[in-house]
């Protein structure tokens, strides 16, 4: 059977391997591959169900990332090819439809379809049969993988992972290698616990977020420089490079890893997420606690939404302790260790302590229990440094005898070991740098002990800064080593800390409890609110001092107790059992204790014990464990309880009472029943005092006066006590219809309420939670409410008049009174109108103290603003318009007030009023945000119109005023909010009414697109464009805003927030006008009649959507689409949203552009072409960016680009071609018959040349998508260009020259180019569209155009195939030179004169001037001979402006200068004999002649004793597909070094193509072309120019010969022996002549090889060729020693080779050498010129056998001399005849007469028109010389022609003749 074509593609995969060249590795055939499992295939065709034939897509092998050699985006793609393999092994997954291949053409007029196509000429010249057998192509999306949900993304990225792993590795790159290869695991673990549902709900929202950041983690990876070993990366060190996408970040769900897209995300949502995921170090990790910081949303008043309890919890646990010794003391009982928490300055908890039996018990964790430090208040960490306190005591058994009359003595006594101090402060996620809250993170703490040094006389000698034990952690937090060693015993202890926020229960505050659990509760020190609070006194021990002669190791001991009061007990740690007697730390003497006790107990009444008014504590001394003496410390006299700050207390002696030592104590009482203040307590008793009348209000009155001065301490205790009894007061005096002066007491009471709640809320946070419990536990009446609001309404009213420091106070708390005074009304009815006229009075009072704008007033306005929180958020049954109308009303009385304040504007610094009121702006614009998140914007339609109208308004007030960022990101986020609530809210319900904002809204877009301007203006001039390392949030809601440090990994980045906001907002508003306008766009809006429009064109437009103002609009989304504000290369997802949002934009103007601005044909004055020329760009640049243009993209970010861009392409052209037509006229019935094309002209006309707005470059790019809408009408577009241009110009040279250069420009840049596959597409597309009978005379303009056009985009392409790097710039040089040439031939000359100055630049200060010589030469080409016309001055190189022939000119001097530096006469002369020619056609400038002539006679003369090396050549033959594109299968000829070895241009090939094989036999190559064609070899041979074989060259010197040898150099060749030979008379030989494309010396120093002979020699060729080496061997040999004297270099080694060499000629063997080629000349059978050609060259010979033979006498060293005189014998004789014949003298004494005379008649000879040799291998293909062999089609002279005219022919032969005469 035969084959079967298949209805459509069959996809499928390779199941099993099918390997034929591994079962057959002689097989050859280019149908098979081999292939592996996972190999994809598309089948179209079947053979007896048994074979397949189709497309093999397989990955890239190992060693194809070999040429990755420096540019990771630009990864190895899959092979694809059309193979045959078995069925058996394919599993089909898919059917594909066969893509559309006919392309229909684009005419107006369909009906029209009358000329033929110029595709359709070429189908009917190809013949049916031909076009039948094309296989089908591939669809365009063949290489996409369907990949839909987080895992499987994660798989393809791990697929692209490994490509990524075998590039870096493949190029050194292995710091990068390593640590991908640790995140591929990282990640392929997830992927499998995701995969496999190995995870509990909340592990899987962990993995999913550490799968999202993984995958943010790549791409920053891949583009930071700081993970690169190579200094340059081409990857980071050019923009726009990463076309596919690796590096790119795409918006993800926080939560779930999804992509994000416009279907059910907003555009914002969108911005954020994508700066969090590449900025932002682990995001999204713990994201699920931390919603709150990655939302869009305001999260309210943070007064308003607070935590009550701002408090810290602190975990410390224990982990190990350690030290260098196990020693312990005599006596050791056992060892306690405490910790606590401390500031700077003071203790902050009590000590938390743990008592272990040794040292080693310490080390076992399960028996300690960890500490919980509670209640720790943020007053105390913020600003602070916290420390963590290890103090570490041990017990010893006192056995020292003690005397007889002791009867009081200790058996035990404490002492310290050592302390440690670990600085915590991090741990408080309060505090700047946090670690994360909620973690446990590890301290190390070093442990010291404590010393002080005494002299002789037992005087402490460190006095100053070292107070002992007491102050050792003192010493340790300043950093001094004063009394400050390390015991062995104890050096480190190591504990885990972790903070807790408010997440513990009141439970914990049980102070009954004693903790013996896992976890012990450590109590602060100091008054908690919070907590069920008891009474106690702490005492703080200090210095303990002996009085008379104390010794420095007296132990002295303190122990403290109650002798009168059995229920007091003591402690030191939380969770300790409290004891009767407590006994404290031992010192020495004048040390400090250092030591802390609790004294419990003191408020507990013994029924069994009457106390004492006045009662002491006993302070007991024990030195060395003997009683010494006591001492009282008085704690409570009456009912007071005595506080003291280092009270020094006297020990006295027993017996007679003398005072013995002194200890420093201070006590501090903690609680609330003891030492209440006097004016408090009468504040209690109000009631009594106020029915007591006037005496007993004026009582209360001075109370409350001396109330008014009370701090913190005392308030803190009472204050729901004070605040009822305030409550009390109000609602008794308000009743008390007689009291006199009711409304000075209510001011004072209303004073003393401030008071208050400015002390405890207005300058700290910590103490909120009692507002809250009380709103919880009490109620306050409801006129109370109405009194505060009245009140406060008052104190606005007076702000002209009275302003003080009251009143301040008020601003700092007056939400905690509005929210005691709404609260106060709730369920109450009977009052509520006096409360609703209350609450006028206050936003009326309100509105008039915003208005006031003294900028000393505002901080206290902008507190004012948080009672609107306060009356929204507690409010009952008011009604929401008449508030929310209260509140735009105080709103609008801000005004601006304050904007611009910190900014500076253009150049000047606006002074602005009340310009240190910043704050205020900001204010207004956050409430307004608060506003808009209310509930009212849901439930309240006229709220939503109210607050969504003002918030517009007021936001573009912001944006169009005064130059301020801050304000303006703000005012960006209200106007996100206000989109998301129209696009949320209004759009889906398609309420008439509602819809109308909509269209207010979109009308704003211009100013929008004006304000980006102004700011990108004001921030680039700023130097805002700047890379920095941090950032803030997009789009904030809290002011400062939060800001947060990149992300360490990610280089600096530039990304100006403000911009990106802005963008978002436009794209937001343009969305939201297209939905709402619908195709009608602006047209509609203006024709619509907006109810209460908040749009005022005359204060924002300057024509009211007229011509300037869509310029203006157009330009901003210019600026807009261009993305430089953020990194758009990477930010893929925001891009994709603002391109999208830009086309909207456009779509809503594009009907208003066609219906009002395209004038009628009689007024084309009026015509804007600057409008409709920005029209037309920004339409085709946006149709073309990267998340657009998507094809290019790997397939993560192309899916996440395509749910955004995905219908983008076919609107803009769309768009495009409605505009196109609507600006053409309509063309007569002759030319819609002739062109097929309706209506072109016009307007049109305005874009066709090549000033800023022309059409035809920028279309280019928009051409060449894989789209075919846009490749149709771009096709059209350029087919209505042609036919505009050759009617007005009867040429399309202008369309053509500006259609290269658009392609020029596409293919040198760094971002994605076009692929063949679309440039074919687009050939054809235009192939189609054109339609043009053949026998018109435009036809062939156009034919060669469309010819033209894709033979350049072949070389374009060549040029693309040359990898980049520095090793491929000789390469990349030459394509480039090429590709520039097509402009130049189109007329843009400067494209490549630019590039080709700059080569020439390069090389001349590189000093090689060959090739800036030949640079010149092609500089050269962009100019004529015309003397008309003037070209203009040029910097590179630098010539003055001057007639276009003396520029060329010029030129030629300078190449003919440069050849001449490089010691290349030959080109010098071709030069020179170029000016001549052009003198001869162009001029008779007889001085010009003269200065040619007689640079070229100086020339010839250096050319006659010109010696320099000749250089190497090589043939190399890129073998496989393993090389680029622009080599693949090639040949050139590489120009090397004189005696260049082969080896070292092995290594040269190497270093470009390193893994390549080097080949170096014939037959292996060809086994190499036939077998692997996958791989990359090397054949590399040597080649030999081809000799000038001619009497001309025969006795000549070696400049003349080499002249010969090089002028013109385009051939080259190689030879190889037959076999079969036995002598020299039957030795046939082959040779191989390569013509190369370019003579040499060539740029760059290769050429590709054009064309290639095989000839056989004959045994007579080779003697003529033998002889003529041997000649140029020896003259070579002779000039180079006569150079070396004429030096006096040494010649040692040159001597000893022209022995050798003599040696060899002259002494020929029986039957050898060079004499037996004479036997030829006694042939009468051969060809009599050849014969003649051989006997001049032995002639030669024995002429330069005379030469060499006389030097070698003058320099050959004594002990040679016998050789020497051999080599002359055998000269004389074995040359006889010949000395004879041409009058040799004997004496070998130099060339006779007879010699000059012949040589002068060769001189004079006629020009010989070549070789009889030279002319027959011309003509060898007829067969003169034997069998031929044609390696190449090409035809072509194989042999150099002589370039010079007869007048330089004869020059030469007179230069010559002076010569010879002067020898």
């Not at 009275?802 to 009815?829: D, H, P, Q």
């Amino acid at each position: 059977m035969t084959w079967t074509p298949t209805d459509a593609f069959l996809r499928g995969k390779i199941v099993k391997a099918f390997l034929p060249f591994d079962k057959h590795p002689n097989l050859v055939n280019d149908n098979l591959r081999n292939l592996y499992p996972g190999d994809e295939v598309y089948i179209f065709e079947t053979k007896d169900n048994k074979w397949a034939r189709g497309y093999a897509i397989s990955k890239p092998f190992p060693h194809d990332f070999v040429m990755t050699s420096v540019n990771l985006d630009d990864l190895p793609s899959d092979n694809c090819n059309v193979v045959v393999f078995p069925l058996k092994y394919v599993k089909v997954q898919q059917v594909v439809p066969f893509p559309e291949v006919k392309i229909e053409a684009v005419s107006p007029q369909k009906s029209l379809h009358v000329v033929p196509s110029i595709s359709e000429i070429e189908r009917a010249e190809k013949g049916p049969e031909e076009e039948s057998r094309e296989i089908p192509k591939l669809p365009n999306d063949f290489g996409s993988k369907n990949v839909g949900n987080l895992i499987e993304e994660i798989g393809y990225s791990l697929e692209l992972m490994n490509s990524h792993l075998f590039a870096l590795y493949s190029i050194g790159e292995f710091r990068l290698f390593t640590r991908l290869v640790a995140l591929f695991h990282e990640l392929h673990q997830t992927k499998i616990k995701l995969s496999n549902n190995l995870l509990s709900t909340n592990e899987a929202i962990y993995a999913k977020e550490q799968a999202t950041h993984l995958l943010n983690k790549i791409p920053k990876k891949l583009a930071s420089r700081a993970a690169r070993l190579n200094e340059k990366s081409y990857d980071l060190d050019n923009r726009d490079t990463d076309i596919s996408g690796y590096k790119s970040i795409l918006a993800r769900e926080t939560l779930s890893g999804e992509i994000l897209s416009l279907d059910g995300t907003i555009p914002a949502r969108i911005a954020l997420n994508s700066e969090l995921g590449a900025l932002v170090g682990n995001y999204p990790i713990h994201a699920h606690l931390n919603q709150a910081d990655y939302d869009l949303k305001s999260q309210g008043n943070k007064k308003l939404l607070r935590e009550p309890n701002i408090c810290s919890h602190i975990l410390v646990d224990f982990q190990q302790v350690s030290g260098s010794s196990a020693y312990q003391p005599p006596g050791f009982a056992g060892m306690t260790a405490y910790m606590y928490l401390r500031n700077s300055t003071k203790r902050l908890t009590e000590a938390f302590a743990v008592q272990t039996n040794t040292v080693d018990d310490l080390v076992d964790i399960e028996k300690l229990s960890a500490a919980l430090f509670l209640n720790l208040p943020i007053t105390e960490i913020d600003n602070n440094r916290i420390y963590l306190v290890a103090v570490l005591t041990e017990e010893i058994d006192i056995t020292m005898k003690l005397p007889s009359h002791q009867s009081q003595y200790l058996k035990r006594v404490k002492k310290g070991i050592a302390v440690g101090v670990a600085d915590i402060t991090r741990v408080f996620s309060s505090n700047e740098g946090a670690l994360a809250s909620g973690e446990s993170h590890r301290f190390a703490i070093s442990l010291y002990a404590s010393s002080i040094k005494y002299n002789n006389n037992n005087e402490i000698l460190d006095v100053e800064g070292n107070d002992g034990w007491g102050g050792l952690a003192d010493r340790i937090i300043s950093n001094s080593s004063i009394g400050v060693f390390v015991n062995p015993r104890a050096e480190k202890l190591i504990v885990t800390v972790k903070e807790f926020k408010n997440q513990l229960g009141n439970g914990y505050n049980n102070h009954r409890e004693v903790h013996t659990g896992p976890i012990s509760r450590i109590k602060p020190i100091f008054f908690d609110p919070l907590a069920e609070n008891y009474e106690r006194i702490y005492l703080n021990m200090g210095k303990l001092s002996l009085i008379h002669n104390p010794m420095r190791d007296d132990l002295l001991t303190i122990e403290v107790s109650a002798p009168n009061n059995e229920l007091i007990a003591f402690a030191k740690g939380s969770n300790q059992q409290e004891k009767r007697t407590w006994q404290l730390v031992s010192v020495n003497p004048e040390e400090s204790i250092g030591e802390i006790v609790k004294v419990n107990g003191i408020s507990l009444q013994n029924p069994s014990k009457k106390l004492p008014k006045e009662d002491f504590l006993l302070l007991t001394l024990y030195v060395n464990g003997a009683l010494a003496g006591q001492g009282k410390l008085l704690y409570k006299a009456g009912n007071k309880l005595v506080e003291f700050h280092k009270r020094a207390i006297d020990i006295k002696s027993l017996n007679n009472k003398v005072v013995i030592g002194r200890v420093e104590v201070s006590t501090e009482y903690i609680g609330k029943i003891y030492n209440s203040d006097i004016s408090i307590d009468n504040i209690f008793q109000y009631q009594s005092l106020i029915s007591q009348g006037p005496s007993g209000i004026d009582v209360l009155s001075q109370s409350m006066e001396n109330f008014c001065k009370l701090g913190v301490s005392q308030l803190v205790k009472y204050f729901p006590e004070l605040l009822s009894s305030f409550h009390g007061i109000v609602d008794c005096v308000l009743n008390n219809e007689n009291m006199e002066n009711k409304e000075t007491f209510l001011d004072l009471m209303f004073r003393s309420t401030i008071h208050l709640m400015d002390v405890l809320f207005g300058k700290k946070e910590q103490y909120l939670q009692l507002i809250e419990n009380y709103s919880i536990k009490y109620r306050s009446p409801p006129q109370v409410g109405i009194f505060y609001l009245s009140t406060i309404a008052k104190v606005f009213h007076k702000v002209d008049v009275e302003w003080n420091a009251v009143s301040r106070a008020m601003c700092r708390v007056i939400s905690y009174i509005m929210r005691l005074a709404i609260v106060s009304m709730k369920g109450v009815t009977d009052q509520q109108e006096e409360y609703y006229k209350s609450l006028g009075m206050l936003f009326m009072g309100v509105a008039k103290f915003l208005a006031v704008p003294t900028p000393n007033l505002a901080e206290d306005q902008i507190l004012i603003m948080n009672i609107v929180d306060y009356v929204l958020s507690f409010r009952s049954s008011m009604d929401p318009v008449r508030i929310i109308i209260s509140i735009v009303g105080f709103l609008d009385a801000i005004g601006t007030r304050g904007l611009g304040a910190n900014e500076e504007s253009y150049g000047q610094t606006q002074v602005i009023k009340g310009s240190k009121g910043h704050e205020v702006i900001i204010g207004k614009l956050l409430l307004n945000n608060r506003l808009l998140h209310s509930k009212y914007i849901d439930n309240h339609k006229e709220v939503r119109r109210l607050l969504v109208s003002n918030s517009v308004r007021w936001a573009f007030e912001v944006l169009t005023g005064a130059t301020d960022i801050d304000a303006s990101r703000l005012a960006c986020t209200n106007l996100n909010t206000v989109c998301t609530i129209l696009w949320e809210k209004v759009l889906p319900s398609k309420d008439p009414e509602d819809i109308q904002m909509c269209y207010s809204l979109t009308k704003f877009l211009p100013v929008l697109a004006s304000v980006f301007s102004k700011y990108n203006t004001y921030l680039r001039t700023n130097d805002q464009f700047k890379p920095k390392r941090t950032f803030t949030n997009l789009f904030p809601t809290q002011y400062p805003f939060r800001e947060f440090s990149i992300d360490s990994i990610v280089n600096d980045e530039v990304m100006v927030e403000l911009l990106v906001e802005i963008a978002t907002c436009f794209s937001f508003m343009g969305m939201i006008g297209k939905n709402a306008a619908g195709e009608e766009g602006i047209l509609r809006l203006l024709e619509f009649e907006i109810k209460d429009d908040f749009f005022d064109a005359e204060k924002y437009l300057t024509s009211n959507f007229g011509s300037k103002d869509l310029i203006e609009m157009m330009k901003g989304l210019r600026h807009i689409r261009q993305g430089w504000y953020f990194p758009e290369d990477k930010w893929l997802s925001l891009y994709a949203v603002i391109g999208e949002g830009c086309l909207c934009a456009l779509e809503l103007i594009s009907p208003l552009l066609l219906a009002e601005h395209i004038p009628l044909q009689d007024d084309m004055d009026s015509f804007d072409i600057v409008l409709w020329g920005i029209y037309f760009r920004n339409l085709l640049k946006l149709g073309t960016i990267a998340p657009v243009s998507v094809e290019h993209l790997s397939d993560l970010p192309r899916r996440a680009c395509s749910q955004i861009t995905g219908t983008m392409r076919d609107r803009i052209a769309g768009l495009l071609s409605k505009a196109w037509d609507a600006l053409g006229w309509y063309a007569s019935n002759e030319d819609i018959a002739r062109f097929n094309f309706e209506k072109y002209g016009g307007y049109q006309i305005e874009f066709l040349d090549s000033s800023a707005y022309g059409i035809l470059p920028e279309l280019m790019l928009f051409a060449l998508q894989r789209n075919k809408q846009c490749q149709e009408v771009s096709a059209k577009i350029i087919w209505s260009c042609l036919i505009t241009e050759y009617n007005v110009t009867e040429n399309i040279n202008e369309s053509t020259r500006q259609i290269l250069y658009g392609l020029h420009e596409i293919y040198h840049r760094f971002a994605y180019k076009p692929k063949p596959s679309e440039q074919e597409s687009f050939i054809s597309q235009l192939k189609a569209t054109i339609r043009l009978d053949v026998e018109d005379e435009m036809f062939g303009d156009v034919y060669d155009f469309v010819h033209n056009l894709s033979r350049y985009m072949d070389a374009l392409n060549y040029l693309l195939s040359v990898p980049v790097g520095p090793e491929f710039n000789d390469d990349r040089s030459f394509h480039e030179i090429n590709c520039r040439s097509y402009l130049r031939d189109a007329g843009k000359e400067e494209v490549l004169g630019n590039y080709v100055s700059s080569m020439y630049e390069e090389y001349l200060n590189s000093k090689d001037y060959i090739q800036a010589a030949l640079s010149l030469e092609l500089y050269s080409t962009i100019y004529t001979w015309d003397q008309q016309t003037i070209v203009p001055q040029s910097y590179k190189p630098k010539l003055a402006q001057q007639t276009s022939f003396e520029r060329k000119e010029l030129l030629y001097t300078m190449i003919a200068k440069n050849y001449i530096k490089g010691n290349s006469l030959e080109r010098a002369i071709d030069a020179y004999n170029g000016l001549l020619d052009a003198y001869h056609e162009h001029t008779l400038d007889l001085k010009s002649f003269s200065y040619v002539h007689s640079k070229l006679a100086k020339l010839y003369l250096d050319l006659e004793s010109s010696d320099k090396l000749t250089p190497s050549y090589f043939r190399v033959e890129f073998i496989g597909t393993g090389f680029p594109l622009y080599i693949r299968g090639r040949e050139q000829i590489y120009q090397g070094m004189p005696f260049e070895h082969i080896t070292s241009i092995y290594k040269r090939l190497l270093n470009i193509f390193p893994g390549a094989r080097i080949i170096s036999e014939e037959n292996e190559a060809r086994n190499a072309k036939e077998k692997f064609k996958n791989g990359r070899f090397l054949y590399v041979s040597v080649v030999e120019p081809v000799d000038e074989i001619s009497d001309k060259v025969f006795n000549t010197s070696i400049g003349v010969r080499q002249y010969a040898r090089n002028r013109d150099l385009r051939f080259f060749t190689t030879m190889k022996r037959l076999p079969g030979y036995s002598s020299v008379f039957d030795l046939w030989t082959e040779e191989t002549t390569y013509e190369t494309q370019l003579s040499f010396p060539t740029l760059m120093n290769r050429s590709f090889i054009k064309e290639s002979k095989t000839v056989k020699l004959s045994p007579l060729d080779n003697a003529i060729r033998t002889l003529i080496n041997k000649n140029n061997d020896l003259i070579q040999l002779e000039s180079k020693i006569n150079q070396a004297l004429k030096e006096k270099h040494e010649v040692g080694a040159l001597t000893m080779e022209m022995t050798r060499q003599l040696s060899g000629t002259v002494d020929s063997p029986v039957n050898g050498g060079v004499g037996q080629y004479r036997d030829f000349l006694s042939k009468l059978d051969q060809d009599e010129d050849k014969l003649r050609l051989l006997k001049r060259a032995l002639d030669d010979l024995v002429m330069i056998l005379n030469r060499c033979l006389q030097l070698h006498g003058k320099i050959v060293t004594p002990n040679l001399k016998a050789t020497h005189d051999n080599m002359l014998d055998q000269y004389k004789k074995n040359f006889k005849d010949e000395i004879e014949a041409l009058t040799i003298s004997g004496e070998l004494n130099g060339v006779s007469n007879s010699n000059k005379i012949q040589r002068m008649s060769l001189i004079r000879k006629d020009k010989d028109p070549g070789s009889p040799l030279r002319q027959s291998r011309t003509n060898r293909s007829n067969g003169s010389l034997g069998t031929s062999t044609t390696t190449s089609s090409m035809s072509g002279r194989m042999s150099r022609t002589n370039s010079t005219t007869t007048f330089n022919t004869v020059r030469l032969e007179r230069v010559q003749l002076f010569k010879s005469a002067i020898e």
